[in-house]
């Protein structure tokens, strides 16, 4: 049995009292708390569906009838709070409006559902035993002494979800050998403190996200901006670097050409470092290096001349006397660099 205490009962509160007097067993009877007496174990009631009912004691826990000899029979809690709001499947509220625990339900009913049947300004605690149609069903009360017994025809729109209560655990759907009854939902104002709370964790996850992706671009763009720059480097020297190499039509290197234009150009110009030939035997070079190339003075213009002649000379002695190539000394060899 549970404390007075725990109960919390206020006056003005609406609530539900059950009795045990013979023809009423395991009917509710909605009514509003008057006025409270915890030590003397009494409350007063007024039964607002019976005007003609006068406001009279009754009280919070109470012995069955069948049970005052019996030792092993505890008292049972007479009263509960209002039952609570009931909403279609239809037209469930948003969860965020939610203030008191509700009861949702479609409004069918299957074999073996537990009820409360509303008949006689009371609810009866009935169950299913045939669905009759689609609006209709046949219901049994409880057997004596929990009930009065009986088979009656009920129309599904006098019928909710039968429901237990305690303090402690407050409202739970009545359950038949341990499983649910029905397929009604609670749904409870604590509900939407989840909601919040998986709401705010899903908005902080996103934050985090968009930080991390954040993050990622910022470090993405860094990289893209420091291959950049040293793209825009090697391009710089390469132009150098062409500017700087002087060759024939053969493997000239454009200034403005691309990165793999220079590429190319760069390898025309290492295959024609090894193309130094002899004339006259098919080895010739491709181009003559001037000492003006390198120092644009009066005395390099002067040395240039005179190996120009040099040469001419040595080519016309060579014309004349029709000498083999192939003699002449290593030594003897002029190579064209």
């Known amino acids: 049995m549970e404390k007075l205490g725990v109960l ?116 009866w605690s009935a169950r299913v035993i045939k669905v009759l149609s689609d609006d209709k069903v046949k219901i049994e009360l409880p057997m004596a002494p929990a009930g009065e017994g009986g088979v009656h025809e009920a129309f599904c729109k006098d019928l909710r979800p039968s429901l237990d209560w305690s303090a402690g655990k407050g409202w739970t759907l009545a359950t038949m050998e341990g499983q649910s009854s029905c397929s009604a939902q609670l749904i409870f104002p604590s509900q939407q403190d989840e909601v919040n709370c998986k709401a705010t964790e899903q908005m902080v996850m996103g934050l985090d996200s968009e930080r991390e992706e954040a ?84 005395e390099a213009t002067i040395l240039d001349l005179e190996e120009l002649a040099n040469r001419i000379k040595w080519i016309k002695s060579i014309l004349e006397t029709n000498q083999d190539t192939s003699s002449l000394s290593s030594s003897s060899r002029w190579k064209f660099t």
């Not at 009754?58 to 909403?87: F, T």
């Not at 009913?109 to 509303?118: M, S, T, Y």
Request: hydrophobic share 35%.
């Open 8 to 123: 919390h009962l206020e006056v003005g509160q609406l609530a539900e009292m059950r009795t045990f007097v013979r023809g009423f067993r395991g009917a509710w009877f909605r009514c509003k708390i008057k006025d409270v007496f915890l030590e003397k174990n009494k409350i007063l009631l007024e039964y607002y569906d019976f005007s003609d009912e006068e406001i009279s004691w009754a009280k919070i826990y109470e012995v069955p009838h069948y049970g005052r000899k019996s030792k092993q029979i505890k008292k049972q809690l007479m009263m509960r709070p209002h039952y609570p709001q009931m909403h279609h499947t239809s037209e469930m509220p948003p969860v965020n409006s939610i203030s008191e625990v509700c009861v949702i339900n479609d409004g069918t009913w299957k074999v073996g559902d537990l009820v409360d049947w509303f008949e006689d300004s009371s609810y």
């Open 215 to 298: 993050s990622s671009t910022s470090r993405i763009s860094a990289a893209i901006a420091i291959e950049g720059g040293d793209r825009e480097r090697q391009q710089e020297a390469n132009k150098m670097n062409s500017e700087q190499v002087k060759m024939d039509g053969k493997a000239v290197i454009s200034s403005s050409s691309s990165s793999s234009e220079d590429s190319i150009s760069t390898l025309h110009v290492e295959e024609s470092k090894e193309e130094e030939v002899v004339v006259g035997s098919a080895e010739y070079s491709s181009s003559i290096e001037l000492n003006m190339m390198h120092e644009e003075t009066l």
